[in-house]
């Protein structure tokens, strides 16, 4: 078990466990920046996951199921926003509301669909595509591990960097982040906290939704009840520990992935699976632990203690 750790396809695994929690951290990252704690990011992966499958099975289409998807997550970032902004619920009361409501409407808008309990045996949905890349596929060891991935893990690593610039190199990304810092401040100059917030909270739907299309068409190719498995709370984790940052998040998400890829090889012990599954959750657990010492070792030392 142990020579797999050398081998590329464990690596090529970590990337796949990856992606779902880095498109989630980067939708944490992204309301953060604005000042509001999206915690409902277990639940948008749950519907997204759905609705991927529902969407592709009835087009036909990778795109179109992708893009509807997509709009899917927006809406449900535009409804909390509403809620959270407009009719002033408290932020974690509103994403507890979502997530309950994906674990059992999701059960629910399966079995009207597709008479389906609990798994989509009887829908055929559409993939994300595997892309081969030319010449880095030729390189030994990692050609393995960069080429032959889900088209959605590249598109993952791609937004890290447009993200990046988007929150740090453009007006709109400025905005966000002076909402963020300071909402009286930035009121005082002309800029909107509300608009701004509601744009993140979008934003941050939409981001999260293409993790949640993932896992249902391409880490596995079906739709399962509570498949997120707390992907959505790790990549809060994660999203906590990057310091909201895009770099940050993702070098912390590929922490938790190869915890998640290394509990998946170990189902091929003889080690309790129970034991197995804690794995990426306990991983989760030290992560914050040890966020949480170093931060307050800083303030320390800052306010001289």
Same mark, same amino acid.
């Given at each position: 078990?142990?020579?797999?750790?050398?081998?590329?396809?464990?690596?090529?695994?970590?990337?796949?466990?990856?992606?779902?929690?880095?498109?989630?951290?980067?939708?944490?990252?992204?309301?953060?920046?604005?000042?509001?704690?999206?915690?409902?990011?277990?639940?948008?992966?749950?519907?997204?996951?759905?609705?991927?499958?529902?969407?592709?099975?009835?087009?036909?289409?990778?795109?179109?199921?992708?893009? *509807?998807?997509? =709009?899917?997550?927006?809406?449900? +970032?535009? #409804?909390?926003?509403?809620?959270?902004? !407009? @009719?002033? /619920?408290?932020?974690?009361?509103?994403?507890?509301?979502?997530?309950?409501?994906?674990?059992?409407?999701?059960?629910?808008?399966?079995?009207?669909?597709?008479?389906?309990?609990?798994?989509?045996?009887?829908?055929?949905?559409?993939?994300?595509?595997?892309?081969?890349?030319?010449?880095?596929?030729?390189?030994?060891?990692?050609?393995?591990?960069?080429?032959?991935?889900?088209?959605?893990?590249?598109?993952?690593?791609?937004?890290?960097?447009?993200?990046?610039?988007?929150?740090?190199?453009?007006?709109?990304?400025?905005?966000?982040?002076?909402?963020?810092?300071?909402?009286?401040?930035?009121?005082?100059?002309?800029?909107?906290?509300?608009?701004?917030?509601?744009?993140?909270?979008? *934003?941050?739907? =939409?981001?999260?939704?293409?993790? +949640?299309? #993932?896992?249902?068409?391409?880490?596995? !190719? @079906?739709? /399962?009840?509570?498949?997120?498995?707390?992907?959505?709370?790790?990549?809060?984790?994660?999203?906590?520990?990057?310091?909201?940052?895009?770099?940050?998040?993702?070098?912390?998400?590929?922490?938790?992935?190869?915890?998640?890829?290394?509990?998946?090889?170990?189902?091929?012990?003889?080690?309790?699976?129970?034991?197995?599954?804690?794995?990426?959750?306990?991983?989760?657990?030290?992560?914050?632990?040890?966020?949480?010492?170093?931060?307050?070792?800083?303030?320390?030392?800052?306010?001289?203690?």
């Amino acid at each position: 078990m142990w020579n797999s750790l050398l081998t590329p396809e464990f690596y090529n695994s970590i990337l796949r466990a990856t992606t779902p929690i880095l498109f989630a951290t980067l939708a944490s990252g992204v309301a953060a920046k604005s000042g509001i704690c999206n915690m409902a990011l277990e639940g948008i992966l749950l519907f997204s996951a759905l609705f991927g499958v529902i969407f592709s099975s009835v087009t036909h289409s990778f795109l179109l199921g992708i893009l *509807l998807t997509m =709009v899917v997550g927006g809406c449900i +970032g535009l #409804f909390m926003a509403f809620f959270i902004l !407009n @009719m002033k /619920t408290d932020e974690i009361l509103a994403a507890i509301a979502i997530n309950l409501i994906a674990t059992g409407g999701t059960v629910l808008l399966l079995l009207a669909f597709s008479g389906d309990r609990g798994s989509s045996t009887s829908i055929t949905n559409v993939s994300a595509p595997v892309l081969v890349i030319p010449f880095i596929q030729d390189i030994p060891f990692i050609g393995k591990i960069l080429s032959g991935q889900n088209v959605l893990t590249y598109l993952a690593l791609i937004m890290v960097v447009v993200m990046h610039l988007f929150i740090y190199k453009t007006p709109l990304g400025l905005k966000i982040r002076a909402v963020g810092e300071n909402k009286n401040a930035a009121e005082s100059v002309g800029i909107s906290s509300r608009k701004i917030q509601y744009i993140s909270l979008v *934003l941050s739907g =939409v981001l999260c939704s293409l993790g +949640g299309y #993932f896992l249902s068409g391409g880490y596995m !190719n @079906m739709f /399962t009840k509570d498949m997120s498995a707390g992907k959505g709370f790790i990549a809060l984790a994660a999203s906590s520990m990057g310091g909201d940052t895009p770099i940050g998040g993702f070098l912390v998400s590929m922490l938790f992935g190869a915890a998640q890829a290394f509990a998946n090889m170990m189902q091929l012990t003889t080690i309790p699976v129970e034991l197995i599954q804690m794995i990426p959750y306990l991983t989760t657990l030290i992560g914050l632990a040890i966020f949480s010492y170093i931060v307050m070792k800083r303030k320390a030392k800052l306010s001289g203690k």
